[in-house]
């Protein structure tokens, strides 16, 4: 099972920041945040992940709660084409898992 | 370009054929992975390879098979055993057996009437 909350869906306008939200109450100091977005039939897409820094990269920025509880991914200037299920994970890379437990994740649409 | 592909795009195949599904990565991955995902669904493990020659099963196993004959190609064979047969499967690989970033295929979609 997911051991992550994310809301259902969003929408965001085109050009502004997508601020997608993803509740991790019960990760354990080992574990990492992954993000991963899938758009319509075709593969999952790695974006980006972090274990307690904030992270950025050419496509998005990760934001984790000093807590760990919590984290945010953020796409600074949405376009049509970041219209997708994004889905957060967490996951300890090295904990002998072999597979990333991808739940039903936020469907994000970005209107013109 | 390095990456994974997989074909075809889509697959029609009647009741009680078995059908076999290609996956190809140039990314000198040692771990190869199948999922299997539903309409609104997440994805879902069917079997996964760390090395060549090795395989296990993941959750869904039953009615797959596969094989790891070379580093590059991890086909999946859907059986007549698989009862609901019909989804979208996913390729993937990560470059060792440490779960870290997985590079996903672009999919087939098998439709099975």
């Known amino acids: 099972d997911a051991k992550t909350t994310q809301p259902t869906s969003m929408d965001c306008a085109e050009g502004r920041a997508a601020n997608l939200p993803c509740n991790h109450s019960t990760i354990s100091g080992n574990e990492y945040v992954y993000w991963y977005r899938q758009i319509h039939s075709q593969g999952p897409q790695y974006i980006i992940h972090?274990?307690?820094n904030n992270e950025t990269n050419e496509m998005a920025s990760l934001i984790i709660t000093e807590d760990r509880k919590s984290s945010t991914l953020i796409l600074p200037h949405a376009t049509l084409r970041d219209t997708a299920v994004y889905y957060c994970i967490v996951q300890n890379p090295w904990g002998g898992s072999e597979k990333l437990v991808f739940g039903k994740g936020t469907k994000l649409t970005v209107n013109p | 370009d390095g990456g994974i592909t997989q074909s075809p795009k889509y697959l029609f195949r009647k009741e009680g054929q078995n059908v076999t599904l290609s996956c190809e990565q140039n990314?000198?991955?040692?771990?190869m992975y199948w999922y299997r995902q539903d309409p609104g669904q997440g994805l879902r493990l069917i079997y996964y390879s760390q090395i060549v020659n090795d395989f296990q099963k993941g959750d869904i196993a039953e009615g797959y098979s596969v094989s790891r004959e070379k580093k590059e190609s991890f086909p999946l064979t859907v059986t007549s055993a698989q009862k609901n047969p019909t989804a979208f499967y996913l390729c993937?690989?990560?470059?060792?057996?440490?779960?870290?970033?997985?590079?996903f295929g672009p999919g087939t979609r098998l439709t099975v009437t």
């Open positions: 990314l000198n991955h040692d771990a």
């Open positions: 972090g274990l307690k």
């Open positions: 993937a690989s990560t470059p060792d057996t440490r779960l870290d970033e997985q590079y």
